[in-house]
Structure formats: C-alpha cells, structure tokens
C-alpha cells in the first residue's frame, strides 16, 4: 500500500513513496559497504538509537554502493523494504542517501526501533549549497567547526565559507606575516577571548569537511574590515574613519570607537582600509593569498570587498582588479561580496556573493550583475531571508535586526533565482551566513543556526516545483526533526511556528 502523506523529511527529495509499515533494526544488524559511508552510517545510527550496527562482506541487512547511472552528481536512490539499499551516484550521493535514510529512523511507542518503508530518488537542484561561520567577532575552536560541519552537511549543505578576518580579529596562522597571529588574533567582539587557527588547525578543519563532503572558502576581508591587520603591521593600515554613523552608533551600544594599532571590540563597520598605493600592501596580500592555497584544496579564495566605507571609489576599483587578479594568479577562483561587481575590471570569471535584499535597492543588482557580464556567476545571501544572524523576532535575545526580523518562514519564503532579473544559470546556488556579534557561545550559534538552515537546505537542494515545497508540508516535516536534533545534541530554537515532535 502506498501512502498519500511526505515523508518527515528534509530537505523534499526529487520523488519520494512512502510504503506501509516500517523495517524493523536491532543491534547486530549487518552493514555492506564502502568506507567511510558505512562506518560513519554505524556511528550515527548509534548515536541516534543506541542500536549497534556490524560490518559485513555480504548477505547484510543494509547495503551502501556507489553507481553513477542511478542520478546526476550527488544524486541517490533509496529504498526501505525488508532490507535497506542505497545507491550513491558518487561518494557524496552515498553519503547524503544515508543521511535521507537517518531521518526514516523512528522509535516506536514500545521503545523499539524502525526504518518507515519507501523508495527515494534524489538528486540537488543546485551545486552550491553553503554556510558561513563568522570566527572573526567571536572565535570557535576546532571542535565547535567540527561539529558544525556535522550537523549543517547532515542538511545536505557542501561548501563551509570560514570568515577569518574582520577588525576585531584576524583567525588563521601565516608563516610569513607571523605578527598577525601574535598581536591581532587574542582579541574579539564585547572584549572576549580570540583566538586562531594554527595551520595543523586548519588543515585538519579542511580534511573533516571533505569527510563529509564540504568544501572550505577562505575569506579575507578587504580592503575594508581590516582594522585587526593594522594592529599587527600598522604601515598597511590607513586610520580609522571616524564617520557620524559610527560614532552614534558606537555611543548607543556603549561600544570603543576604533584606534590605530589597538584592538577593536566593537561592531562597527566602514572604518578601516588597507593602504590601497602601497606595494607593500600587495605583497601582503600575495603572501595571504599563496598560504592559504597551500592549505586550501578547494577552488576558491573569498577576498570580501564589502562595507568599504572608508576607500574612495577609485581607490576600490584599483584595488579590486588588483586583488581579483592576484587569487587567480595564485590557481584560485576569486569569490567576494557584490559590492566588488561596482569595480570595472574585477578578474573574469570572478564569483559574487550577493548580501542585498529579496528586492534590490540601489546599485546592489547592478553590482551583481557585473559578475556574470564578466564571465563569473552568483550565490545568494539575501540579508533579509538567509542571514541567520538577524533575530527571530523583536524580542528574541539574540542576533541583530538591521536587515529585519527573520522567522523560520522568512527564512524558508523566497527563492534564489527570483531576487536580481539574471538567468536562472548565472545562480550557483545559494550560502547562509552566520555573523557572530551577539554569538558568544557555542549554544548561541546554535540557537540561530537552526532550524533556519533547514529552510534554506531545502531551498538549495529541493526543486522549486515539487509537490511538497510548500511552508504547509515543511513546517511538519521539520518538527518530525526535533529527535534526531536533539540526539546529535544540537541546541536549535524551538520556534512555535513549528510543531516539534516528541519522536
């Protein structure tokens, strides 16, 4: 028999059959697979159910293999019977099949243990599939990114866009610049410890995400955001601009104004900027820029280009056709913020990230579009949709409200290729970021993490006509998540748009 309901899952797959009954699992129940899919399968159907899997040649109860004729590239089948294969069309295909499959695992009210039957073909509507997490206003250490990538490549997300750099502190050891580590990384937003990673640190964040089949994009800020950079090398620095904007804004938060070659503590943006006529400046920025490639096997450098206040527009538009062309030089593709698409002559093929919002105002289309006139694309960050910094609601304790409040529907109501009027194809895809100003603590990333990038999973993997791409069908597919949150642990926002399940 064939049920008329979804599934509890999410994001949507492509085509999705719910069957009657469920397949029974208990602990000894046998596993064939390649690794690590199936030891990492084992692992967090324990953690889950406290239901122990065990590896086996053949005749297994749960069969994993890869076959790239059974969907495009990350794509899978999955079908749930009296046993259990899935079909990755690649390794990722495989690994997200089995993360489709965690979510039919469901404990019955005698306390035993099921799979819901049903047959799954899956495949993603876009490539790009991303978040962001700030380290730079406040630092996380390697285990708190490790368990990020977790729970967000659970939702099927595969790029993880690390921001390593802003004033209030600079994240990432460089050989050749080591004063940057000593002096400008122990500082952090609202006064509170910094930080950064050491390059051990790093690569062994890039090797965890590839693991789990994500991909790290390095961001270095530039030209502006760069306050911490002057407490460490001062001559690269211009002095802070002290604009009204700032100055009021810092006095009505209580917040330090910023000083040249101290540590900034505050939130203020636009006032900093690297010396953009100084050749030492780009000699600086090659070196960043040739580390970080060594480290970073993936395509692309972010070099952020965004809330230049303080840089005339001259000054930007040399700096940008100079910094673009360096990350290329160095085999990379250049990504930045789509303020860089106002620059003429940022290097071809350069990727945007556009932050403006759901309706563009000013020169924010325009500026996105110079990245596809000039034979790159796009990824959508609608400030007022996909930041997952902005408060929930107007009394939510944390996050900001610049862009506007951002409920689970907010977040889940818009669509990536229905922003700027570009072709459908010159969308990439779309990234989440997490700003961390009010974020001190692990909890709070996690409280406004989720479960908003589960909206913008689906967003980003889901396609835009299936049957069940509706808030209707997601708000009670995302509450049927609430047990497998809370057995990975994760603090998520327990929104009472949503009805959370108990099992």
Do not use: C
């Amino acid at each position: 028999m064939v049920f008329p309901y979804p599934l509890p899952l999410v994001p949507v797959p492509v085509s999705a059959t719910a069957e009657e009954g469920r397949m029974p699992v208990a602990t000894g129940f046998r596993i064939a697979g390649p690794a690590p899919a199936a030891t990492q399968l084992i692992a967090a159907i324990e953690r889950r159910s406290g239901i122990r899997l065990v590896e086996a040649d053949g005749g297994a109860e749960i069969v994993l293999r890869v076959d790239s004729a059974v969907a495009a590239s990350e794509g899978y089948t999955l079908t749930v019977g009296d046993s259990v294969e899935i079909i990755g069309a690649d390794d990722a295909g495989l690994f997200y099949g089995f993360q489709t499959l965690l979510q039919l695992l469901r404990q019955d009210e005698d306390g035993s243990w099921g799979f819901l039957r049903a047959q799954i073909a899956d495949a993603p509507r876009f490539p790009r599939r991303g978040v962001m997490l700030d380290v730079a206003r406040h630092f996380f250490g390697v285990a708190d990114v490790k368990r990020f990538i977790d729970s967000t490549s659970a939702l099927k997300f595969n790029h993880l866009h690390l921001h390593l750099s802003d004033d209030q502190g600079w994240r990432i050891e460089i050989d050749s610049w080591p004063l940057l580590t000593e002096r400008a990384s122990a500082s952090a937003a609202n006064s509170d410890a910094g930080g950064f990673y050491s390059k051990h640190d790093y690569r062994e964040i890039v090797d965890y995400a590839a693991s789990r089949h994500m991909i790290v994009i390095p961001e270095i800020d530039l030209p502006g955001h760069t306050h911490a950079i002057g407490v460490a090398y001062p001559d690269l620095v211009e002095a802070p601009v002290l604009g009204d904007d700032l100055v009021a804004d810092s006095a009505r938060l209580g917040q330090p104004l910023p000083v040249s070659g101290e540590p900034y503590t505050g939130w203020g943006v636009g006032h900093s900027s690297v010396r953009i006529h100084e050749d030492r400046t780009y000699d600086f920025i090659r070196d960043v820029v040739r580390e970080l490639t060594e480290m970073t096997p993936g395509p692309y450098i972010h070099v952020g280009g965004d809330e230049s206040l303080g840089t005339p527009q001259a000054d930007f538009d040399l700096f940008a056709a100079r910094v673009t062309q360096i990350v290329v030089e160095a085999g990379k593709t250049p990504l930045a913020w789509h303020e860089m698409g106002s620059a003429g002559d940022i290097a071809e093929g350069t990727v945007g990230q556009y932050w403006g919002g759901t309706t563009a105002e000013g020169a924010h289309a325009a500026e996105a579009a110079r990245f596809v006139a000039r034979g790159g694309a796009l990824i959508m960050s609608p400030s007022n949709a996909a930041y997952l910094d902005m408060k929930y609601s107007p009394d939510f304790p944390l996050g900001l409200d610049w862009a506007g409040t951002i409920d689970v529907q907010t977040a889940y109501d818009w669509d990536p290729t229905a922003v700027l009027d570009l072709p459908d194809a010159a969308i990439l895809g779309i990234e989440a970021p997490l700003w961390t100003e009010t974020a001190r603590t692990w909890t709070d990333v996690e409280q406004l993490v989720f479960p908003r990038a589960a909206a913008h999973a689906e967003i980003s993997w889901s396609p835009r006509a299936a049957s069940e791409r509706s808030w209707e069908s997601f708000r009670e597919r995302l509450g049927a998540m609430a047990p497998l949150w809370k057995a990975e642990g994760i603090s998520f926002h327990p929104s009472a748009e949503v009805p959370w399940s108990a099992r």
